[in-house]
């Protein structure tokens, strides 16, 4: 038995160059531009691991959670100058399961979590990685992770669809 805790931030920019083909009128213009967006993802949750299984130091683990997203996204036109923001926060469940393996003073774990929320969208994370023990109560980690998300309004005119993955670096403390 555990309680969890997870916060991350995520920031990203980029810069696009967009050209269009519009018709108006009878006529066709060539529309071009570069555009500056960033987007800043709070992502913060906090629950409880109950062991099915465990030995020793092993164990494979359900989880239960509640997660508290906060996203503000913006764009910039380089050519037209105009700019626009938008901001979108919410709660929603989480359910998964975690295992980890250790032999010595290494382990082996990995994890996935996540929940669909119907019309909403959906949730999902998903890691591999591997420990150092660095005592009775705590190991360094590092691996790869996956979050796939699809978060929305109930009628779809405001939401986000991030898709992130990479590697991760952690600390476990456990008793």
């Given at each position: ?22 018709t ?78 250790f ?19 959906h ?9 150092v ?34 590697p ?8």
């Amino acid at each position: 038995m555990a309680f969890l805790v997870e916060g991350t931030p995520y920031t990203l920019s980029d810069v696009n160059a967009i050209s269009r083909q519009v018709t108006f009128g009878g006529q066709t213009f060539q529309i071009q531009d570069r555009i500056d967006s960033n987007a800043n993802i709070e992502f913060a949750s906090g629950g409880y691991q109950f062991d099915v299984v465990s030995r020793g130091n092993s164990y494979f683990a359900v989880q239960a959670a509640a997660a508290y997203v906060n996203a503000t996204a913006s764009l910039r036109s380089e050519t037209y100058g105009f700019t626009g923001t938008e901001t979108q926060s919410f709660a929603m469940p989480l359910a998964g399961v975690e295992g980890r393996i250790f032999a010595r003073r290494l382990s082996l774990g990995g994890y996935a979590r996540g929940m669909s929320l119907g019309s909403y969208g959906h949730y999902f994370q998903t890691g591999v990685d591997a420990g150092v023990d660095l005592g009775r109560y705590a190991t360094i980690l590092a691996g790869y992770e996956l979050v796939d998300a699809n978060i929305q309004s109930h009628n779809g005119t405001r939401g986000f669809a991030p898709r992130f993955y990479g590697p991760v670096f952690g600390f476990q403390f456990r008793r």
